[in-house]
């Protein structure tokens, strides 16, 4: 995985190279600055686009009086913590509210006439629902973004117990690289910031003195492409145009 991620990263490179007319001029940028103008165009695409995280569920076994646990770096948000029993965590005192477990699909869906239908499993659910409500089935918690710190509301009295996290991540570099949509952005920008190194550079200088005096350089002509270009980029993102979703109406 690592060596095709590394891969598509020298296929950007080699994009942005190329639309700097390199191997038709020569291009004073080296791999470091490459380097620096990708991470600026994920950084951005991360900071402003939807299509950035993608929803996610982890699985965390609990720990006897352990309360705090570090999650991993790429959690963002997370929206709920589920158990899967309600009660005591431990011993006998304990009960199970998956449905499926006691065979409810048999009992109220495909044997619907006898047994009531959709009707009693909707029912049984609602019962459910508000048994996990008042004996623990759902965890209160507190998530820190920046330290990726989960506190659990509770001190667990046993280890082993597995609770389900429902959390929103930042997609993987693989797999924004591997997104059509995502991928032409991310080349189109890193492109764009590497030209605006490039006239940075190329500004400080202004002329090179010469036999016929000198030629003049093209910074400050090339900072006003890669603006012009970023602009438009990020104009991009705020279409849409990369895949993300749209916000839905809102009432009230």
């Given at each position: 995985?690592?060596?095709?991620?590394?891969?598509?990263?020298?296929?950007?490179?080699?994009?942005?190279?190329?639309?700097?007319?390199?191997?038709?001029?020569?291009?004073?940028?080296?791999?470091?600055?490459?380097?620096?103008?990708?991470?600026?165009?994920?950084?951005?695409?991360?900071?402003?686009?939807?299509?950035?995280?993608?929803?996610?569920?982890?699985?965390?076994?609990?720990?006897?009086?352990?309360?705090?646990?570090?999650?991993?770096?790429?959690?963002?948000?997370?929206?709920?913590?589920?158990?899967?029993?309600?009660?005591?965590?431990?011993?006998?005192?304990?009960?199970?509210?998956?449905?499926?477990?006691?065979?409810?699909?048999?009992?109220?869906?495909?044997?619907?006439?006898?047994?009531?239908?959709?009707?009693?499993y909707e029912f049984y659910s609602q019962y459910?629902?508000?048994?996990?409500?008042?004996f623990g089935g759902f965890m209160n918690y507190?998530?820190?973004?920046?330290?990726?710190?989960?506190?659990?509301?509770?001190?667990?009295?046993?280890?082993?117990?597995?609770?389900?996290?429902?959390?929103?991540?930042?997609?993987?570099?693989?797999?924004?690289?591997?997104?059509?949509?995502?991928?032409?952005?991310?080349?189109?920008?890193?492109?764009?910031?590497?030209?605006?190194?490039?006239?940075?550079?190329?500004?400080?200088?202004?002329?090179?003195?010469?036999?016929?005096?000198?030629?003049?350089?093209?910074?400050?002509?090339?900072?006003?492409?890669?603006?012009?270009?970023?602009?438009?980029?990020?104009?991009?993102?705020?279409l849409y145009m990369d895949g993300s979703t749209?916000?839905?109406?809102?009432?009230?």
């Amino acid at each position: 995985m690592t060596n095709e991620l590394d891969q598509l990263k020298t296929d950007v490179f080699e994009y942005a190279r190329l639309t700097l007319g390199d191997q038709i001029v020569d291009v004073e940028l080296d791999p470091a600055h490459y380097e620096i103008a990708y991470k600026k165009a994920i950084g951005v695409y991360r900071q402003r686009a939807q299509n950035a995280y993608e929803e996610s569920y982890l699985f965390l076994e609990l720990q006897e009086n352990q309360n705090l646990y570090t999650l991993p770096k790429e959690v963002q948000t997370v929206r709920q913590v589920f158990r899967r029993q309600f009660g005591n965590s431990q011993g006998p005192y304990s009960s199970s509210f998956d449905p499926f477990s006691s065979a409810t699909l048999n009992t109220y869906l495909l044997n619907a006439s006898p047994a009531g239908g959709l009707a009693t499993y909707e029912f049984y659910s609602q019962y459910v629902e508000l048994a996990a409500k008042m004996f623990g089935g759902f965890m209160n918690y507190t998530f820190n973004p920046t330290t990726k710190r989960l506190q659990l509301m509770r001190d667990p009295k046993g280890t082993g117990e597995v609770v389900l996290i429902w959390a929103y991540n930042l997609k993987p570099e693989l797999a924004l690289l591997s997104d059509y949509q995502t991928s032409q952005w991310i080349k189109d920008y890193t492109s764009a910031a590497a030209k605006h190194i490039l006239g940075e550079a190329r500004e400080k200088f202004g002329n090179l003195a010469g036999p016929q005096g000198g030629s003049q350089l093209n910074g400050a002509a090339l900072k006003s492409e890669s603006s012009a270009m970023l602009e438009k980029l990020e104009t991009d993102l705020k279409l849409y145009m990369d895949g993300s979703t749209p916000y839905s109406f809102i009432f009230g």
